[in-house]
């Protein structure tokens, strides 16, 4: 039982360059998160997910675009990449169903230069 | 949504209990608190959890003034693996997407 998994777990990127970042989870949740995290400060959350097929914008969704085609992955993209996006992006899943528990995965370093 | 307010940081000697408090004088009588922590450079874990009643886990205890204006997360006995920011975090019931709003929470370090 791996729980969440996040792939890459570094990479640099150029201005203007793009990528994808994959979430996976092995528990059969229904949501799914994507948060970033700046030097110093709390988690803000960027795009989420209620179940396959479904997306929604949270606190900081500008830049970034999500997908999630089977219900154990969900992705981010940054279709141009700006220096303003250096973070380190957590993903996460839940049961759902009123509940706040959530499990995260270990981040993704990312890089813009 | 009720805000929390927490503070800055605070320090345990190793095997002590370490006890972290968390105001959140606004919440709402069906707002539940949530805890989480943040060991560096890893995933936020969740910790624990409470309504009205005072709870307890393997990890930690909750402690929720009566009037649910103030609570208190409890390590009974912290280690140095202890060390990592705790967030305290007021959420209310039902579907709402199960969003977290993390602020800025409390850096504990355990010190030997």
């Known amino acids: 039982n791996a729980g969440v998994t996040q792939t890459p777990k570094f990479r640099v990127l150029k201005t203007g360059q793009s990528m994808t970042l994959l979430c996976a989870q092995d528990m059969n949740h229904e949501y799914m998160y994507w948060y970033r995290q700046d030097p110093g400060m709390g988690l803000r959350l960027i795009h989420y997910s209620v179940g396959e097929g479904t997306t929604a914008k949270g606190e900081v969704p500008d830049g970034y675009n999500v997908s999630r085609l089977k219900k154990q992955n969900f992705l981010l993209g940054l279709e141009s990449a700006a220096p303003s996006q250096t973070s380190v992006y957590f993903c996460?899943?839940?049961?759902?169903?009123?509940?706040?528990?959530?499990?995260f995965g270990p981040g993704t370093r990312l890089t813009v230069t | 949504d009720a805000k929390t307010t927490q503070p800055p940081s605070m320090d345990c000697a190793e095997g002590r209990a370490a006890n972290l408090p968390c105001n959140h004088s606004?919440?709402?009588?069906?707002?539940?608190v949530y805890w989480y922590r943040q060991i560096h450079s890893q995933g936020p874990q969740y910790i624990i959890h409470g309504l009205k009643n005072n709870e307890t886990n393997e990890m930690a205890s909750l402690i929720i003034t009566e009037d649910r204006k103030s609570s208190t997360l409890i390590l009974p006995h912290a280690t140095l693996r202890d060390t990592a920011v705790y967030y305290c975090?007021?959420?209310?019931?039902?579907?709402?997407?199960?969003?977290?709003?993390f602020g800025q929470g409390t850096e504990l370090s355990v010190k030997p």
């Open positions: 996460a899943s839940g049961s759902g169903r009123g509940s706040y528990e959530q499990y």
């Open positions: 975090i007021v959420r209310p019931p039902g579907n709402q997407g199960g969003k977290l709003i």
């Open positions: 606004t919440i709402s009588g069906n707002e539940y």
